[in-house]
T-cell receptor, first 116, second 113 residues
Framework: GAVVSQHPSRVICKSGTSVKIECRSLDFQATTMFWYRQFPKKSLMLMATSNEGSKATYEQGVEKDKFLINHASLTLSTLTVTSAHPEDSSFYIC????????????FGPGTRLTVT | AQKVTQAQTEISVVEKEDVTLDCVYETRDTTYYLFWYKQPPSGELVFLIRRNSFDEQNEISGRYSWNFQKSTSSFNFTITASQVVDSAVYFC??????????FGSGTQVVVTP
């Protein structure tokens, strides 16, 4: 159990376009989802925390208008990179927790975004 | 503020050697959780262990073992008799009760035959 999927696994887009990444909890209800970003050969950095039905909480330095996060249901959160630029190219990973134990989170396989 | 330090950037070993990965953390929380994750070249994070701050018992799982010492704020990880399949980046991470993970910078383990 506790499977989290992400779609797409890889995406290439042109500079200036927007890209949506989906994170789904397949077999449990995720009251909280986290979005992380990882640059090549670097660590994972938390971008934001989203709770179902409420606005996401962004970490310091993360542009809210650039990285739109929606958590409209207990099984789906989306991250939209708006007006993408090459510097947004990165590996984006989501994780989900059921809420009863927020520290017990399950990671998706990640989405590799390349902006040309 | 929470902080996780993995001082070893890369460790290279020959198969069957043991390898120990260091992790030192900082937190003001009394309740916290420590984790180790493996990230193979595919990128997917593989959960290895979670420990809470009240459980200092060491743990062994197959060839993996963990040493948690609150006195030195360390949570070290040892792979015994390493194998080529152990080659990956290993991350130590820390969270409070609300689940926001602070990752260390990672240690690349390279196991050669």
């Amino acid at each position: 159990g506790a499977v989290v999927s992400q779609h797409p696994s890889r995406v290439i887009c042109k500079s200036g376009t927007s890209v949506k990444i989906e994170c789904r909890s397949l077999d449990f209800q995720a009251t909280t989802m986290f979005w992380y970003r990882q640059f090549p050969k670097k660590s994972l950095m938390l971008m934001a925390t989203s709770n179902e039905g409420s606005k996401a909480t962004y970490e310091q330095g993360v542009e809210k208008d650039k990285f739109l996060i929606n958590h409209a249901s207990l099984t789906l959160s989306t991250l939209t990179v708006t007006s993408a630029h090459p510097e947004d190219s990165s590996f984006y990973i989501c994780s989900a927790s059921s809420g009863t134990s927020p520290y017990e989170q399950y990671f998706g396989p990640g989405t590799r975004l390349t902006v040309t | 503020a929470q902080k996780v330090t993995q001082a070893q950037t890369e460790i290279s070993v020959v198969e069957k050697e043991d390898v120990t990965l260091d992790c030192v953390y900082e937190t003001r929380d009394t309740t916290y959780y420590l984790f180790w994750y493996k990230q193979p070249p595919s990128g997917e994070l593989v959960f290895l262990i979670r420990r809470n701050s009240f459980d200092e018992q060491n743990e062994i799982s197959g060839r993996y073992s963990w040493n948690f010492q609150k006195s030195t704020s360390s949570f070290n990880f040892t792979i015994t008799a390493s194998q080529v399949v152990d080659s990956a980046v290993y991350f130590c991470a820390l969270s409070g009760v609300w689940g926001k993970l602070q990752f260390g910078s990672g240690t690349q383990v390279v196991v050669t035959p």
